[in-house]
Antibody, heavy 121, light 109 residues
Framework: QVQLVESGGGVVQPGRSLRLSCVAS????????MHWVRQVPGKGLDWVAL????????FYADSVKGRFTISRDNSKNTLYLQMNNLRAEDTAVYYC??????????????WGQGTLVTASS | SYVLTQTPSMSVAPGQTAKITCGGH??????VHWYQQKPGQAPILIIY???DRPSGIPERFSGSNSGNTATLTISRVEAGDEADFYC????????????FGGGTKLTVL
């Protein structure tokens, strides 16, 4: 079955960087768009970024544009989120999620369990 | 940017019907998807394309979408249905992005 496993979260000082990873299994990773979605503990879901199946299309939420970069390595079945210049308001659980389509535009049919990022001094 | 509005919380007695709404400008022209999230867990998809159910989701869960409101209906509510529910759409103008509603916390009395 589909499995998405995030890693890379932790405590980081504001202004510093962190890279999250999501290893996928149970499906043909290279055929599907992937997303990052975050959730401040106790709050709602907040979409972060999308990357198409081949990596040619990338879209970002305004709140992270210019600071975060989504990427993927289809040979390693791995999705990444490079987070630079982190702010306190970026503190959240970060989920990777699989889209139904290769270029996105649909729903999330599978989610990882999330990794917690805390930006605090 | 496109906004989806959900009632923050609602309560329902076991066996009754819960209707959770998701408001948005002309949302009836969009495809709406719904997720259920229990405490400490990742969200799971319960309704896609307004009214379709993934395999394994009980028939008690149904969806509709028209005009400015999409609705998730849970019939014969059970204690195990207590959770947060989120609606979601894909918005392609002016920029491609995903929009979530703020979520509705369903409490089973």
């Amino acid at each position: 079955q589909v499995q998405l496993v995030e890693s890379g979260g932790g405590v980081v000082q504001p202004g510093r960087s962190l890279r999250l990873s999501c290893v996928a299994s149970g499906f043909t990773f290279s055929r599907y768009a992937m997303h990052w979605v975050r959730q401040v503990p106790g709050k709602g879901l907040d979409w972060v970024a999308l990357i198409s199946s081949d990596g040619s299309l990338k879209f970002y939420a305004d709140s992270v544009k210019g600071r975060f970069t989504i990427s993927r390595d289809n040979s390693k079945n791995t999705l990444y989120l490079q987070m630079n210049n982190l702010r306190a308001e970026d503190t959240a659980v970060y989920y990777c999620a699989k889209d139904l389509f290769e270029n996105g535009g649909s729903y999330f049919d599978s989610w990882g369990q999330g990794t917690l990022v805390t930006a605090s001094s | 940017s496109y906004v989806l509005t959900q009632t923050p919380s609602m309560s329902v007695a076991p066996g009754q019907t819960a209707k959770i709404t998701c408001g948005g400008h002309n949302i009836g022209s969009k495809s709406v998807h719904w997720y259920q999230q229990k405490p400490g867990q990742a969200p799971i998809l319960i309704i896609y394309y307004n009214s379709d159910r993934p395999s394994g989701i009980p028939e008690r869960f149904s969806g509709s979408n028209s005009g400015n409101t999409a609705t998730l209906t849970i019939s014969r509510v059970e204690a195990g249905d207590e959770a947060d529910f989120y609606c979601q759409v894909w918005n392609s103008t002016p920029d491609h992005h995903v929009v979530f509603g703020g979520g509705t916390k369903l409490t089973v009395l």
